[in-house]
């Protein structure tokens, strides 16, 4: 399996971005996939993520800026993040993770979103927000 990020970059505070997250390897129907940020000197955190029933949840400090999808298709599958009003404080390393099991313990703590381990990792992608 493999996850390969794409669309990070340095935007102005208030632009936007796009990320995306092709994910190959992985044919099964049942999972949760995510995107994570770590800031520098931090623990990597839960930003947003989307199980195989579409359900999704969102760390509380992007809830109305940062929208997850994805994409399921014969054999491929695709997540996304669109990020809108970004801040300086959303510069960060974004990653996104697959976890072949459902997301069944999910929990919000200091903004952040708290989920099961994900069992498989991109290299990440570096987004700058500059004021």
């Known amino acids: 399996v493999q996850l390969v990020e794409s669309g990070g970059g340095a935007v102005q505070a208030g632009g936007s971005l796009r990320l995306a997250c092709e994910i190959s390897?992985?044919?099964?129907?049942?999972?949760?996939m995510g995107w994570f940020r770590q800031f520098p000197g931090k623990e990597r955190e839960g930003v947003a993520i989307?199980?195989?029933?579409?359900?999704?949840?969102?760390a509380e400090s992007v809830r109305g800026r940062f929208t997850i999808s994805k994409v399921k298709a014969e054999n491929s599958l695709s997540l996304y993040l669109q990020m809108n009003s970004l801040k300086p404080e959303d510069t960060a390393m974004y990653y996104c993770?697959?976890?072949?099991?459902?997301?069944?313990?999910?929990?919000?703590?200091?903004?952040?979103?708290?989920?099961?381990?994900?069992?498989?990792w991109g290299k990440g992608t570096q987004v700058t927000i500059s004021s």
């Open positions: 390897g992985y044919t099964y129907n049942r999972y949760c």
């Open positions: 993770g697959l976890r072949t099991q459902p997301c069944n313990h999910i929990r919000w703590s200091g903004g952040a979103l708290v989920v099961d381990a994900m069992d498989y």
């Open positions: 989307v199980e195989s029933d579409d359900s999704t949840s969102t």
